[in-house]
């Protein structure tokens, strides 16, 4: 799609609808770790869309408190980190970069082959020679960055209205990567999806350079869902 001039590679719902997300993620159990910024809103909607859902997160404190009283069931549905990261075929690594940095050892223990490994921020994996974020060669390695908060991305979505987003694929190594994270996308309720990289994703993210176009985008999106 051109844009004022920008060409995008773009996604919608018409090209990729809910439906089809489900059935690409139907036999995935999709492991939400944090419930801060980003995880309740992505662990709602998902939740809402009738995908198979469950969060990680360290208890006690708030965050695992405000999870209890979302719905998620200690033991069931409500882990420890580790514990969800085990049991997620998709591992949503919805962290503060500090504590993906801290928490990273215990994720990788976890990330047996096949699996995916997915974030709303390029950080960690654009500056591994800092972070030491490197995930293994046999896992898929997705991003969607909704261009808003959590927090937004719920409202919206309650509203029926969806917020755009990025999507990324650093390392595809089941060869279905792509159907992962556009299924991804759509199941926490992104609008359009943008094509872009890992790198992009943060430098935009930290210069800011994307947001008159993402935001005139936005509108239109809100003007046709």
Not at 20 to 25: D, T, W
Not at 36 to 65: C, E, H, M, T, W
Not at 99 to 123: D, R
Request: glycine share 12%; charged share 20%.
């Amino acid at each position: 799609m051109n844009f004022g001039g920008v060409e995008e590679n773009v996604i919608t719902r018409e090209e990729f609808p809910l439906e089809k997300a489900r059935e690409v993620l139907k036999d995935e159990t999709i492991a939400i770790i944090g419930y801060g910024v980003q995880g309740p809103g992505q662990a709602l909607n998902l939740r809402d869309n009738g995908f198979n859902v469950i969060v990680g997160q360290r208890s006690p404190s708030k965050s695992y408190d405000k999870a209890v009283q979302d719905g998620f069931v200690p033991g069931e549905t409500l882990f420890s980190v580790e514990e969800a990261a085990k049991r997620g075929t998709i591992v949503q690594y919805l962290l503060s970069d500090a504590a993906q940095i801290a928490l990273w050892p215990t994720i990788k223990e976890n990330l047996t082959p096949g699996k995916a490994l997915y974030f709303s921020h390029g950080f960690g994996v654009t500056y591994n020679d800092r972070t030491d974020i490197v995930p293994p060669p046999d896992v898929d390695v997705i991003l969607v960055a909704p261009k808003g908060s959590g927090t937004s991305l719920r409202r919206m979505f309650v509203a029926g209205r969806g917020l755009n987003s990025s999507y990324a694929i650093y390392q595809d190594a089941t060869g279905n990567a792509f159907d992962r994270v556009v299924a991804l996308g759509i199941g926490i309720g992104s609008g359009y999806l943008f094509e872009t990289t890992f790198k992009r994703e943060v430098y935009s993210d930290l210069t800011g350079e994307r947001g008159t176009l993402m935001g005139a985008i936005q509108g239109i999106f809100e003007a046709q869902y």
